[in-house]
């Protein structure tokens, strides 16, 4: 079986903070880990994921599997950070599970 | 084109009615989805058609049927639904494969269904 947790629902945090979202997951084989972002009002769409080892919009997520964790971090968050993200994990199957969302909100 | 569309954007039916949701993807895509997602919760996985062959069905209550007519079209049939089947339902697609993050979904913009 495969799970992802994502243990904050809201995360409020100010202009120019750091911010991490958390992501844990559960699954024994090798897993794909992807984090999806919805902003208000527009549709969810890939923020990143694990093999590209990128940075989007400043924000960048490394695979610790001795944690089996995904963890989302930004080192100075921006208003228009300010959405839902979701966690996903693909793991035996190219289906993915999605956690239960973090809604970041930064304060001006 | 890599965007999925959906219609309508909006939906408000009674339950005695019968109404279709529509979705559109050229991509070339072989994996189609139906999500179900009610106000700051997660997408819920409805139904997976990979290769327009049905391959996962959670579950979902009859009065919601898929359809797949082909590669690039995926329905989801509604009939005599409930006052709690109001939600926004998500269609995504991707390639049905694992490995080297293939299997990223492109999700629609959603079609918002009220039941009344």
């Known amino acids: 079986a495969q799970r992802v947790t994502q243990p904050e629902k809201l995360l409020s945090v100010f202009k120019g903070a750091p911010v991490e979202l958390k992501c844990n997951y559960s699954y024994s084989g090798s897993p794909e880990l992807f984090w999806y972002v919805q902003y208000s009002r527009q549709r969810l769409q890939l923020l990143l994921r694990?093999?590209s080892r990128e940075s989007i919009k400043g924000f960048t997520a490394d695979l610790n599997k001795g944690e089996t964790s995904f963890h989302l971090k930004k080192p100075f968050a921006q208003e228009e950070d300010s959405a839902m993200y979701y966690c996903a994990l693909s793991g035996g199957s190219y289906i993915p599970t999605f956690g239960r969302g973090t809604s970041l909100i930064v304060h001006p | 084109d890599t965007e999925v569309t959906q219609t309508p954007k909006h939906l408000v039916m009674g339950m005695t009615n019968k109404k279709s949701l529509k979705c559109e993807q050229h991509m070339g895509h072989r994996a189609m989805y139906w999500y179900k997602q009610k106000a700051k919760k997660p997408p819920e996985l409805m139904f997976v058609?990979?290769?327009?062959?049905?391959?996962i069905n959670e579950s979902v209550p009859s009065r919601f049927s898929p359809e797949c007519p082909n590669s690039s079209l995926l329905n989801l049939h509604l009939h005599a639904l409930q006052p709690e089947d109001s939600a926004l339902y998500l269609c995504a697609s991707s390639h049905p494969v694992r490995g080297d993050g293939a299997n990223v979904l492109t999700f629609g913009a959603g079609s918002r269904l009220t039941v009344l």
């Open positions: 058609y990979s290769y327009e062959k049905l391959s």
């Open positions: 694990h093999i």
